[in-house]
């Protein structure tokens, strides 16, 4: 007998813990959701994402930029080889060229990108877990699970998450995870 089709997922820890607490009826969506920034926050650490923004901000910041373009959405291009290897790194670099081309500049166009590619990538990894539980499992199960998933997106500040992980760097992101000592902090009813 297998403890959930989690345990076998081929994803990094954080978000097999997604999955669990998404397949688990007794985790709040908040409690998902939390696990969600966790997961995309571990991404990013092990990503080197803080780096990458700071060699992006650089980058746009560079009033010479280079001789031959004053385009910052053509120097990013041009600048790409430096994060190859690093997908979310890349997402990034997708994004904030998506919103220097409608019109936004300077950290805006970072803070906007990074939020898409981690909304992205989290829309990503959600289908990836519905596959495998489709696979593993019933489909009543990674029904269920799904909605849970997508509601825990819908509910996610992809902007608190950005804000969050620019400030703290890759160093000290706080889990919002609470444990629960008390018999009166159980489960929610």
């Not at 890759?170 to 995870?177: E, G, P």
Request: with cysteine; aromatic share 6%.
């Amino acid at each position: 007998m297998s403890d959930g089709p989690h345990y076998s997922l081929n994803m990094r820890k954080a978000w097999k813990r997604v999955a669990e607490k998404g397949d688990t009826h007794a985790c709040s969506i908040s409690e998902v959701k939390d696990a969600l920034a966790d997961a995309l926050a571990a991404d990013f650490k092990y990503e080197n994402g803080s780096e990458s923004i700071d060699k992006i901000k650089d980058i746009l910041s560079n009033p010479q930029g280079d001789l031959l373009s004053n385009n910052p959405v053509e120097q990013l291009e041009q600048n790409r080889l430096q994060f190859s290897g690093h997908e979310l790194s890349e997402r990034f670099i997708d994004h904030i060229q998506e919103a220097l081309l409608d019109g936004n500049r300077g950290e805006m166009a970072v803070t906007i990108g990074v939020e898409n590619a981690l909304a992205e990538r989290s829309m990503r990894y959600v289908r990836s877990i519905e596959e495998h539980y489709l696979r593993e499992d019933s489909r009543a199960r990674s029904t269920f699970l799904r909605s849970r998933l997508d509601q825990a997106i819908r509910q996610s500040s992809f902007h608190e998450i950005t804000s969050e992980l620019s400030n703290s760097g890759n160093s000290s992101w706080k889990q919002k995870s609470i444990k629960k000592n008390d018999i009166d902090q159980g489960v929610s009813f």
